[in-house]
């Protein structure tokens, strides 16, 4: 690029107005699939002990260890579900790669909100929770059910 004559902060601001004019151009130029967002799309996943008032784990709430027989609730949130869709999820002990539990529940198109009771009884181990929206299973989650510590509740 050509160094202009004029020197100072005017010309660098005119530069960086020239440099950012032709990346702006560049972003317009690019296929529209690129950018958009994937349809079915689980986010928001959240493993936890309680729920808040909308009936959901909220942050605040989430684990990813819990006591024998404490209750395990599983929230996510799903963006442009397409008619017709089923939200799967699964946990899965990780040694034995046994499914121990699971639900199916169809899903109203756009956004939703879902929340799964997993329940207490599930044994001391370790667990992967899994979901899937009419396609491959997000990536696993990973938890822990362990004997309660003496002299905790």
Same mark, same amino acid.
């Given at each position: ?41 689980? #986010?928001? &996943? ?10 959901? =784990?909220? /942050? $605040?709430?989430?684990?990813? @260890? %819990? ?25 899965? #002990?990780? &040694? ?10 169809? =899903?109203? /198109? $756009?956004?939703?909100?879902? @929340? %799964? ?27 822990? &059910? ?8």
């Amino acid at each position: 690029m050509a160094r202009s004559k004029i020197s100072g902060i005017p010309a660098l601001l005119a530069e960086l107005l020239l440099v950012g004019s032709a990346l702006a151009s560049l972003a317009s130029c690019a296929e529209a699939k690129a950018v958009a967002v994937a349809p079915n799309f689980i #986010d928001h &996943v959240w493993l936890g002990f309680a729920l808040n008032l909308e009936g959901r =784990v909220s /942050p $605040g709430c989430a684990a990813s @260890t %819990f006591s024998l027989r404490d209750p395990i609730h599983l929230s996510m949130q799903v963006n442009d579900a397409s008619a017709d869709s089923v939200l799967r999820v699964s946990v899965r #002990d990780v &040694v034995s790669h046994r499914i121990v539990w699971s639900e199916a529940r169809p =899903v109203t /198109p $756009g956004r939703s909100s879902h @929340t %799964f009771a997993i329940g207490r009884e599930l044994a001391v181990g370790r667990y992967s929770v899994e979901s899937s929206l009419g396609g491959p299973a997000t990536s696993p989650r990973s938890f822990e &059910v362990h004997e309660r510590l003496r002299g905790v509740r």
